[in-house]
């Protein structure tokens, strides 16, 4: 079954702290891997997107990672900020020939506090 | 901002009724796709337009249906509304589909209601 599976499902951490969120998946054929992060009551925005064969990739301070014989992505978010206060939402996409369908995460709720 | 424009913004309805949400795509996008998101859970794919027609379809039964305008505006229309109906509906578009590279921009959502 096609699954994407995150970890923890919320966390909480004080303003300036590191933290890494986790993603695992059962998505086959694989196409690419994608971050977003969704304020509350908003749309997803993307974060970063990478393919089989990027291991890492940045976005100021998220950094992603994946590894895709483990069928493993993380997302570290570095010197965190109020404004960081989502929910991160991992996206497998599934090649399918005709068009690549996109299947979701739950997302890991993260509450960043003064 | 995405560019991409949903309405409206919220909605209640009751059960059985029939209700039509709207997404103005991003400019030059020709591609849009639709999700529902239940609270609390990531988005569900419900189908996708290319180019106005319908090229992939989730797991959702057959009173889900939409529409892509030439100018790649899109409608998700819902039939005999129930219940579990009630959610974040978002919509995102795309320049090409789904695929490769294509990024997704994401609509600020209509929060359906069915009571």
């Not at chain 1, 109020?82 to 996109?102: E, F, P, T």
């Not at chain 2, 849009?32 to 180019?51: D, E, K, T």
């Amino acid at each position: 079954k096609n699954q994407v599976e995150q970890s923890p499902q919320s966390l909480i951490i004080l303003e300036g702290k590191n933290c890494t969120l986790q993603c695992n998946y059962t998505v086959s054929p694989f196409s690419n891997l994608r971050w977003y992060k969704q304020d509350t009551g908003r749309g997803p925005v993307s974060l970063t997107i990478m393919t089989f064969s990027e291991n890492t990739k940045s976005n100021g301070r998220y950094t992603a990672t994946l590894d895709a014989d483990t069928k493993q992505s993380s997302l570290h978010i570095t010197a965190s900020q109020l404004s960081d206060s989502a929910s991160y939402i991992c996206v497998v996409s599934r090649g399918l020939g005709g068009y690549n369908k996109l299947i979701f995460g739950a997302g890991t709720r993260l509450a960043v506090h003064p | 901002e995405t560019g991409v424009t949903q309405s409206p913004t919220h909605l209640i309805k009751t059960r059985g009724q029939q209700v039509t949400l709207r997404c103005s795509s991003q400019s030059g996008h020709n591609t849009v796709s639709w999700y529902q998101q239940a609270l609390g859970q990531g988005p569900q794919f419900i189908f996708q337009y290319y180019r106005e027609e319908e090229n992939g379809r989730g797991n959702f039964p057959p009173r889900f249906s939409g529409l892509q305008f030439p100018n790649y505006s899109s409608e998700l229309n819902v039939n005999a509304l129930e219940l579990d109906d009630s959610a974040l509906y978002l919509c995102a578009s795309s320049l090409g589909q789904t695929g490769s590279y294509n990024e997704q921009f994401f609509g600020p959502g209509t929060r359906l209601t069915v009571l």
